[in-house]
């Protein structure tokens, strides 16, 4: 085989890939499971009541704070995007941003009013400049053998969905049964734990991800034949003008309500300031992206135009599947029976302890490969990540001990109640939290992945538009399940008795649509985008995600209004009917779609 400029990362494998890979992996878990763990936590805290350490907001101001947060969390990542291409390279970018996050994580842990804003500030720009840099290094890694490239993307995205479980089952935990402070502090640990791997580990991806120098610059544009398009100064103009009226839109809408009117800085535009600013942004945003697609041969531009259908579908995936840390974590806490008892108390303890213990091991064996691999030469970094796993198991195994204790299967002196800082019980009981709920999407992704995946390989693979079809009418049946349960819950109502199967079945049919649009949207874009604009067209592509997850708390936000009027389940059938609208629109642009994508499958 020809030697090429990637070799060396391939002389020492685990598990048939480059130990870098698994630094990444590693990096990436501890990012998701603070981000992950914090997301969780954030609706129950702002409306949990004062005298229960929550701030007591209404679910109103609570999910606006929300969809403007996780809006602004993708939006940044095309500021970190562009810092790591033209500045600072991908590794800076990535250290900056896990330094960034584990100061925002420790900032939310203190719980006052500026800690609070000020954390999700850190955590809005550290995820900008973290997020898009991970998948970065890995392309480069790969990029003389795309044929292992697939194979190192499936793990890395079960290191992202083994952090996200952990994350939302630990700093969950310990949030709602010990203290707020605790699920937020727990996950600025383990950030920093990430952090300090990845930097002490770096000299393990050679030249990859290096601040760019006058060199490496010239050699990408040696490599770039492709005919530019350059933007002109009124072009630019227009951008500046619709990513100010966008962020200030963002920043406005919560701020808005929070105060009660007094924030309000298109108030000198009416009532309806804020309408009239995002449809002003976005109308020049729609008018620009027609007018450069103009630009372009016409095949080229339409692909660029079935592209960015794709990324208008997206909007809607996004606004309702990210009611899972929002009005559906609400329905849990509030609405749902999550008190155990007899067989169930004891089956539920046994099947957590399982999805607890199991996962944890297999991670722990794939750390002890790259333990044997690397500890030679990032010792440091090795102690660091062990040491990081040695306290997740001891968190883990004073869970599930707390767990069996609570609900009398097991008996412990005070002196081991005392040592283990578990409060006394004098009445068994099993309640499950309400963002435990939220482990399943992960748990369902890495049982379901390789199903999806055979299938899309397989000569039944559907096209892009069935595809999202497909997805869409999934969230819709999901949301169709818990819109069924909470049809007795009458309008008013703050609290009920839902049974816990209406939520498992919500997870299990929008993590199905999550496989079928989320990473197969991104493999379009890149299909269908010529090399010079892919960078912009992600851009538009992350703009849709943004615009989605503020979508999802735009709709949190009126889930009091229409539960009050009309009940919670009317709620739900509004959200159903909307994704199932939005699958047969899909499926009916098919025969458009599939002429401008030009035999693109």
């Given amino acids: 085989m020809n030697q090429n400029s990637t070799d060396q990362f391939f002389k020492n494998p685990v598990l048939g890939h480059p130990a870098g890979l698994f630094v990444l992996f590693f990096t ?212 500046a003008i619709t990513c100010i009226l966008g962020l200030l839109w963002i920043l406005n809408d919560p701020a808005s309500k929070i105060s009660g009117g007094k924030i309000n800085i298109f108030g000198f535009l009416g009532e309806n300031g804020n309408s009239i600013a995002i449809v002003t942004a976005l109308g020049l945003f729609i008018l620009l992206l027609i007018y450069r697609f103009t630009q372009y041969s016409q095949i080229t531009k339409e692909k660029l135009i079935a592209v960015t259908f794709f990324a208008f579908l997206t909007i809607f995936f996004w606004a309702i599947f990210e009611q899972s840390p929002n009005s559906l974590t609400i329905f849990a806490s509030d609405y749902t029976n999550r008190v155990l008892e007899g067989n169930w108390s004891i089956t539920f303890l046994v099947i957590n302890s399982l999805i607890t213990i199991l996962p944890l091991a297999i991670i722990t064996w794939v750390l002890y490969l790259l333990f044997k691999q690397t500890f030679k030469n990032y010792a440091v970094a090795n102690m660091i990540l062990s040491i990081s796993f040695v306290i997740i198991w001891a968190i883990a195994i004073w869970m599930l001990v707390k767990d069996f204790y609570s609900a009398g299967y097991l008996a412990l002196s005070d002196v081991t109640l005392a040592s283990f800082k578990i409060d006394k019980v004098t009445t068994p009981l099993t309640e499950v939290p309400a963002t435990w709920f939220s482990t399943l999407n992960s748990l369902f992704i890495i049982t379901l992945a390789p199903l999806f995946s055979k299938w899309w390989e397989s000569k039944y693979n559907p096209s892009a538009n069935l595809k999202f079809g497909i997805g869409m009418s999934l969230l819709a049946l999901g949301m169709a399940c818990v819109a069924f349960g909470a049809d007795g819950i009458l309008p008013g109502a703050k609290t009920a008795s839902v049974s816990m199967i209406w939520l498992i079945l919500v997870y299990l049919f929008h993590t199905m649509a999550e496989l079928c649009i989320s990473p197969v949207g991104l493999s379009y874009v890149s299909k269908l985008v010529p090399a010079r604009m892919i960078a912009f067209m992600f851009g538009v592509w992350y703009l849709a995600v943004a615009i989605g997850m503020k979508g999802a708390g735009m709709f949190g936000e009126n889930i009091d209004t229409i539960a009050n009027e009309h009940g919670l389940s009317y709620f739900f059938w509004m959200l159903t009917l909307i994704s199932m609208s939005v699958a047969v629109f899909s499926i009916a642009m098919s025969p458009i779609i599939k002429k401008l994508m030009h035999g693109v499958r």
Avoid at 50 to 68: H, I
Avoid at 99 to 123: C, P, Q
């Fill in 28 to 239: 990436e878990m501890w990012e998701r499971f603070s981000f992950y763990g914090m997301r969780s936590l954030l609706i129950l805290f702002l409306t949990t009541a004062a005298v229960d350490g929550g701030w007591e907001w209404t679910r109103e101001n609570a999910s606006a704070l929300f969809g403007s947060y996780v809006g602004l969390v993708y939006l940044s990542t095309m500021l970190g995007g562009y810092f790591a291409d033209k500045i600072i390279g991908f590794r800076w970018a990535i250290v900056l941003g896990a330094t960034l996050m584990t100061l925002g994580h420790a900032s939310m842990a203190v719980e006052t009013e500026f800690s609070i804003y000020l954390g999700l500030l850190l955590l809005v720009f550290g995820n900008g400049f973290f997020k898009p840099n991970m998948t970065s290094i890995i392309s480069e890694i790969y990029k003389d053998r795309p044929e292992k490239k697939d194979g190192a993307y499936t793990l890395f995205y079960m290191g992202v969905n083994a952090g996200a479980f952990f994350g939302i089952l630990l700093c969950g935990y310990l949030g709602e049964k010990v203290g707020w402070s605790y699920g937020f502090g727990l996950a600025g640990i383990f950030m920093f734990f990430g952090t300090l791997q990845f930097w002490l580990s770096q000299n393990i991806f050679g030249d990859i991800g290096l601040k760019p120098n006058a060199v490496s610059k010239a050699k990408a544009e040696a490599l770039d034949t492709d005919k530019r398009n350059p933007f002109t100064p009124i072009q630019l103009g227009v951008i």
